[in-house]
């Protein structure tokens, strides 16, 4: 059985945002706050993060994660990155360094935000022991294998995932502001598909709410998921509205196949 675990569902500035008093931002209900958008793939032998953010370590103490065996990075951007120096915790223990996988530009972008992750000779209790890996073919780990394919979003390379295990096929794309027919290749046959949804007004960098509900629904998988979605988008609101198999993701939610 593998679990999927949304660590975070929240655009770049999280939900609530700094300075907003919409009514979604001031909602205590659980299912309008949102992190910083990430997945925790696990199962017998194997717990994989996708993206680390800057609330990683509040998704890990709060999703009680105790070891990582690898990181995927879908892009440079903070809102998925700016967790690495809290990966110290969880390469102390280990005798290789955590792979972290992702794009060329994202990694040569990680080596100036986090030098000393790329030159220390003594990774340390200071210093998360990590391997910067390309990420340019499949990556399998025990029975989970992890393929991304470009998706654009502003004009950073960006990456999709797709996700294969035993019980299904899982589909996740954090940020993008379109897919073309080659990334819809890659997302064909799947179980699960999570997708990105800004708000309700056109961005350059990513979809709007209804742009994503529309290509989730010719993406068809049998749950679809949105996520990376900020305070305009308001649970209670929307939920109600969408047929079953679509679902607006809150931070917390855990799904099993
Ligand atoms: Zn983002
Ligand atoms: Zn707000
Ligand atoms: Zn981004």
């Given at each position: 059985?593998?679990?999927?675990?949304?660590?975070?569902?929240?655009?770049?500035?999280?939900?609530?945002?700094?300075?907003?008093?919409?009514?979604?931002?001031?909602?205590?209900?659980?299912?309008?706050?949102?992190?910083?958008?990430?997945?925790?793939?696990?199962?017998?032998?194997?717990?994989?993060?996708?993206?680390?953010?800057?609330?990683?370590?509040?998704?890990?103490?709060?999703?009680?994660?105790?070891?990582?065996?690898?990181?995927?990075?879908?892009h440079q951007h903070s809102d998925h990155?700016?967790?690495?120096?809290?990966?110290?915790?969880?390469?102390?223990?280990?005798?290789?360094?955590?792979?972290?996988?992702?794009?060329?530009?994202?990694?040569?972008?990680?080596?100036?935000?986090?030098?000393?992750?790329?030159?220390?000779?003594?990774?340390?209790?200071?210093?998360?022991?990590?391997?910067?890996?390309?990420?340019?073919?499949?990556?399998?780990?025990?029975?989970?294998?992890?393929?991304?394919?470009?998706?654009?979003?502003?004009?950073?390379?960006?990456?999709?995932?797709?996700?294969?295990?035993?019980?299904?096929?899982?589909?996740?794309?954090?940020?993008?502001?379109?897919?073309?027919?080659?990334?819809?290749?890659?997302?064909?046959?799947?179980?699960?598909?999570?997708?990105?949804?800004?708000?309700?007004?056109?961005?350059?960098?990513?979809?709007?709410?209804?742009?994503?509900?529309?290509?989730?629904?010719?993406?068809?998988?049998?749950?679809?998921?949105?996520?990376?979605?900020?305070?305009?988008?308001?649970?209670?609101?929307?939920?109600?509205?969408?047929?079953?198999?679509?679902?607006?993701?809150?931070?917390?939610?855990?799904?099993?196949?």
């Open positions: 059985m593998t679990r999927l675990l949304f660590l975070g569902t929240g655009w770049s500035h999280g939900v609530p945002m700094l300075g907003c008093d919409c009514p979604v931002c001031r909602d205590a209900d659980p299912r309008n706050q949102r992190l910083r958008a990430s997945i925790l793939l696990s199962d017998d032998t194997h717990s994989i993060l996708i993206d680390v953010g800057p609330d990683f370590r509040q998704q890990a103490l709060r999703a009680k994660i105790r070891e990582l065996d690898a990181v995927f990075v879908t990155t700016m967790g690495l120096d809290d990966l110290r915790c969880f390469t102390w223990a280990r005798e290789s360094p955590l792979p972290v996988w992702a794009d060329s530009d994202t990694r040569e972008r990680l080596c100036v935000v986090y030098p000393y992750v790329c030159t220390s000779r003594s990774p340390g209790q200071a210093v998360p022991l990590v391997e910067f890996k390309s990420w340019t073919q499949p990556v399998s780990l025990g029975n989970m294998r992890f393929s991304s394919f470009p998706v654009p979003h502003g004009d950073l390379p960006c990456y999709g995932v797709r996700i294969d295990t035993p019980g299904g096929r899982i589909g996740y794309v954090p940020d993008c502001s379109d897919l073309s027919p080659q990334a819809l290749n890659h997302l064909e046959g799947l179980d699960i598909m999570i997708l990105n949804a800004l708000r309700d007004t056109p961005h350059p960098a990513h979809l709007t709410f209804d742009r994503s509900r529309e290509y989730l629904e010719a993406i068809g998988a049998k749950r679809s998921f949105f996520t990376h979605m900020g305070c305009a988008l308001d649970y209670h609101h929307l939920q109600p509205t969408l047929p079953e198999g679509l679902e607006l993701a809150w931070d917390g939610l855990e799904v099993e196949l």
